[in-house]
């Protein structure tokens, strides 16, 4: 698993590249060990899953009978639902890298994408947090999470954009990738696995 320092020298290239300068991607490890070290990012992310997690819990429970059950099983259900959102755009995306032709810059991609999830995860986790430490703040977290969310998109396009040669196009369609399914299935699943409120 990436040490700290590592993942922090990741996150130096992601941000160069957040700021369009090529030199960004000397930063990352771009080979195929690379890719596959890239997706250690999701347990770098546990800790915030953790408290996004522990927030949503306290939303369903305000929302159901009081002897609801919410124990480990529920946590593991919101993990597979964390796991799927991860994966299915990745798995949808090498699907189509070879129809579309844009096979060259998946492995890119990927492994950027990877590294981004991590600082867009705690940043995700910040207005969960605060309705933990205070409840009444839910609506204020709730535009914050808006906001947060709306700045994830802006900021994967750009660094799709810079992975995939800076073509806008192609940078929009993998973007909407990343973005639209997840939340799809994402709500369909938490309805199946019953982690929604009813």
Do not use: H
């Not at 960004?24 to 408290?51: E, I, K, N, Y």
């Not at 997690?53 to 159901?64: D, G």
């Not at 802006?154 to 990738?177: H, P, S």
Request: hydrophobic share 60%; glycine share 8%; aromatic share 14%.
């Amino acid at each position: 698993m990436p040490g700290l320092d590592e993942v922090l020298y990741y996150l130096t290239g992601i941000y160069l590249l957040l700021k369009q300068k090529q030199e960004g991607f000397g930063w990352l490890d771009l080979t195929l060990r690379g890719l596959t070290r890239s997706f250690w990012a999701f347990v770098w992310c546990l800790p915030a899953f953790a408290v996004i997690w522990a927030s949503w819990r306290l939303y369903y429970l305000a929302s159901m009978p009081a002897e609801t059950p919410t124990g480990l099983v529920f946590f593991i259900k919101l993990l597979v639902v964390d796991i799927a959102g991860w994966l299915l755009p990745l798995v949808l995306l090498a699907a189509l890298a070879r129809p579309l032709g844009y096979g060259k810059y998946l492995a890119t991609v990927v492994t950027a994408s990877n590294w981004i999830a991590v600082p867009f995860a705690y940043a995700a986790a910040i207005p969960f947090a605060l309705t933990l430490v205070l409840p009444t703040s839910a609506p204020f977290a709730g535009l914050l999470l808006y906001a947060v969310f709306g700045a994830s998109v802006v900021l994967q396009f750009r660094l799709v954009w810079m992975c995939v040669g800076k073509q806008t196009l192609l940078a929009a369609a993998m973007t909407a990738v990343f973005v639209l399914p997840p939340m799809i299935v994402g709500q369909e699943l938490q309805r199946l696995l019953g982690t929604l409120p009813g």
